[in-house]
Structures are given as structure tokens and as C-alpha cells.
């Protein structure tokens, strides 16, 4: 059974917890991502992640200017990060359990890929 490691995606977009909400959308449309995963600020810190989910539901439905807007204010942080050697039933059950479409990977402590649902149904 394929593992997190053999599911995730591995071209993984950063964006810095400051950086406006329309940079946050422009660089998600130039990569072609759905998910930006938010930098540390320092080593001690936890990653965050923002998602399409997350502009349309706290700045499109509330008409809030994107460009007012900073990351921070919307990412989800700390973030539920899957060990690459799970196999693919408990990633499935867990990204189910806490009600996640995507996940990132982190090995060798550093996030490494995201595995997302479209990721599992595409192994499956």
C-alpha cells in the first residue's frame, strides 16, 4: 500500500505570513496550486497554510478587500502534518477524522509535499 511519501505532491509553494491575501491569490494562480503553505517565522515556530477554502470563506463571503488583508489573519496554524511513512489508509482516516482536504509531509524537518484527497482518489 502506497505511503504519504508515495502520495504527497512535492512542488510545495511558501508564502510569508505578511504578504497580502491578493499576493496570497496571484501566486496561487501563477503556480497553479490550491494551497500556499505559510513560512516560520523562525525555528521555533509552526508552519501555517492557507487555502482557496480559507480566501473564499473569510474574504470573498465577508467582502474584504484582499488587499487589506494579510495571510496570518486567515492561514490555519499549527498545522496537522502526516509522517511519511503512513500508508495510505491512515492518511485517508485521518485527514477524515479531522476534516482535511490536504496535508503537508514534513520529514528531515522540513515540510517535503502536500497530499491532498485528489492525490489519494488519483493512487487509488
Known amino acids: 500500500m502506497p505511503t504519504a ?3 504527497m505532491t512535492t512542488e510545495v509553494v511558501m508564502i510569508d505570513g505578511s504578504a ?5 491569490i496571484d501566486l496561487m494562480k501563477s503556480e497553479g496550486v490550491r494551497c500556499l503553505i505559510v ?12 487555502t482557496q477554502r480559507d480566501i ?7 467582502s474584504r478587500d484582499p488587499e487589506q488583508i ?3 489573519e486567515i492561514m490555519t496554524k499549527p498545522l496537522v502534518v502526516i509522517n511519511k511513512d503512513l500508508d495510505m489508509r491512515h492518511v485517508a482516516r485521518l485527514m477524515a477524522n479531522v476534516g482535511l482536504s490536504r496535508a503537508p ?20
Open 20 to 24: 497580502t491575501v491578493r499576493e496570497a
Open 56 to 62: 473564499v470563506y473569510e474574504v470573498v463571503a465577508w
Open 105 to 124: 509531509v514534513i520529514f528531515d524537518e522540513k515540510i517535503q509535499g502536500v497530499v491532498s484527497v485528489t492525490d489519494i482518489m488519483n493512487a487509488i
Open 39 to 50: 513560512d516560520r517565522r523562525g525555528p521555533e515556530d509552526a508552519y501555517g497554510i492557507v
Open 70 to 72: 494579510r495571510v496570518h
Open 5 to 7: 511519501k508515495d502520495l
